[in-house]
């Protein structure tokens, strides 16, 4: 996987600078985890929900590694009358199965999804990323009720902790204190892993039980470049040359 992920953070690189687009913190944070679900665990009948939707990039560059997407694709990245928008889009990419990106829905359709797969006697998993700021809207929590409470086995949601929103840290913002003490009083498999370790993430996505499986994903926002590793503004802004070039440098390293 390492040289899996290596390769997939120079291409998320050139694609957001070609591009001019930020949100290449949040896409670096949890790159490692889109790509060993997508390359060691996600199989035929399993869907896959990015309900941290401005993560998009990530994904697309993850699909890119699969082929499922080419990189004529990725080179109209949030371009007009792309496939490839800011946010995933409602259809025309295999393996997307909703348009998400406003914040708190993405675990409340996996949940849906899941427990159709039970109500239609289905083969396959339900797998969700969401963002640690996320856990800020309600509507997320009454996910996660809903799926507890109905003991939904076909579900895995990860956690990209990475202790930063877009506004601050999760701490300053709206402060859960720790988030894995809270996500303990539900009736769900608990697991806190090293987010960028891909063998523990594979580990844990193998991870089944007679209820929801949750993996707290402990990240860095900007994983892999100096200057943006635990910054806040890499949420939002774009490369300029000298930082690509510096960026390329430091991930090209061995």
């Not at 990725?74 to 371009?79: E, G, N, Q, V």
């Not at 640690?132 to 895995?156: P, Q, Y």
């Not at 806190?192 to 402990?218: K, M, N, Q, Y």
């Amino acid at each position: 996987m390492r040289d899996i992920v290596r390769k997939a953070r120079l291409r998320l690189l050139q694609m957001h600078y070609e591009s001019g687009v930020g949100h290449i913190g949040g896409n670096l944070s949890c790159l490692d985890l889109l790509l060993t679900l997508h390359h060691r665990v996600l199989a035929g009948d399993d869907q896959f929900v990015l309900s941290k939707g401005h993560a998009a990039g990530a994904l697309y560059v993850t699909l890119w590694s699969r082929g499922v997407l080419s990189d004529d694709d990725l080179k109209r990245f949030h371009k007009d009358q792309t496939r490839l928008a800011g946010h995933p889009p409602v259809s025309g990419i295999a393996g997307v199965p909703f348009a998400t990106g406003s914040l708190g829905h993405g675990l409340g359709l996996a949940t849906g999804l899941a427990l159709a797969k039970r109500l239609k006697r289905e083969p396959g998993r339900v797998f969700c990323l969401t963002s640690d700021g996320e856990w800020n809207e309600g509507s997320t929590w009454e996910a996660l009720m809903f799926a507890a409470h109905n003991k939904l086995e076909r579900l895995t949601f990860v956690i990209d902790l990475n202790g930063l929103q877009g506004f601050g840290t999760t701490e300053a913002v709206a402060d859960l204190g720790p988030l894995r003490d809270k996500l303990a009083t539900f009736r769900i498999e608990l697991i806190e892993i090293d987010g960028h370790d891909p063998a523990s993430i594979e580990a844990a996505l193998r991870t089944t039980a007679d209820r929801p499986v949750a993996i707290v994903a402990r990240t860095v926002k900007g994983r892999g470049v100096s200057f943006m590793e635990h910054k806040m503004e890499w949420h939002y802004l774009p490369l300029t040359a000298a930082q690509y070039q510096q960026a390329v440098a430091e991930i090209g390293q061995p």
